[in-house]
């Protein structure tokens, strides 16, 4: 699975959009970026996943380079409860990769009042 | 529906003793994995259960061990406890089967070793 690089915390003001950066430099045509996040002392939560084209759902949207070597998560209207650790990871495509999860270090993001 | 339900909560376990936690997934899912977060390693894949079978294995030494039974539930045992298993062990589940699903993950048992 290809490695990912994330900033490790970043700071947003609330009701602000945050804009959460990942590398993936190495990624395969066949691997995912997915996005989950962890709220303090919780399981992590999923958030989005995407291949190439751009996605978004009810919690936030996926930005991904034409190259797909880098992506952007964007929160659009930040809260202080997304204040949490976000992680990207890139999955390969078959059914037992989506569940097996390799974290990084994430980025802590910290929404300020 | 409900979610992933992990037990017990939490856990107070003395050097060298040996500890089973429970995992129930989502009902319908057939994959299970479990994950190891620490201060100062962060998140770990322990291993992945689908029907039964191991099907993927993280880097954990042999007291690791899990199973999983055919109606999913799993359950994961850590024997000869060390200091270093302290821990938060978190499940997750998915459908197994299927490609771009998510995971879905308990709240976790936070196991204290002294």
């Known amino acids: 699975d290809a490695k990912t690089t994330q900033p490790p915390s970043m700071d947003c003001a609330e009701g602000r959009a945050a804009n959460l950066p990942c590398n993936h430099s190495t990624i395969s045509g066949n691997e995912y970026v997915y996005w989950y996040r962890q709220i303090h002392s919780q399981g992590p939560q999923y958030i989005i996943h995407g291949l190439k084209n751009n996605e978004t759902n009810e919690m936030a949207s996926l930005i991904i380079t034409e190259d797909r070597k880098s992506s952007t998560l964007i929160l659009p209207h930040a809260t202080l409860r997304d204040t949490a650790v976000y992680y990207c990871?890139?999955?390969?495509?078959?059914?037992?990769?989506?569940?097996?999860?390799?974290f990084g270090t994430g980025t802590l993001l910290a929404v300020q009042p | 529906k409900a979610g992933v339900t992990q037990t017990p909560r939490y856990l107070i376990k003395t050097r060298g003793q040996q500890v089973t936690l429970s995992c129930s997934p989502i009902s319908g899912h057939r994959s299970v994995s479990w994950y190891q977060q620490t201060p100062g390693q962060g998140l770990q894949f322990l291993f992945e259960y689908f029907s039964e079978t191991q099907r993927n294995k993280g880097n954990f030494p042999g007291r690791f061990s899990g199973r999983q039974f055919s109606n999913s539930r799993s359950e994961m045992n850590v024997s000869t406890l060390e200091l270093g298993d302290s821990a938060l062990y978190l499940c997750a589940s998915t459908r197994g089967g299927q490609r771009n699903t998510e995971a879905f993950f308990g709240q976790g048992t936070r196991l204290t070793v002294v």
């Open positions: 990871i890139a999955l390969m495509n078959y059914g037992g990769a989506t569940n097996k999860l390799i």
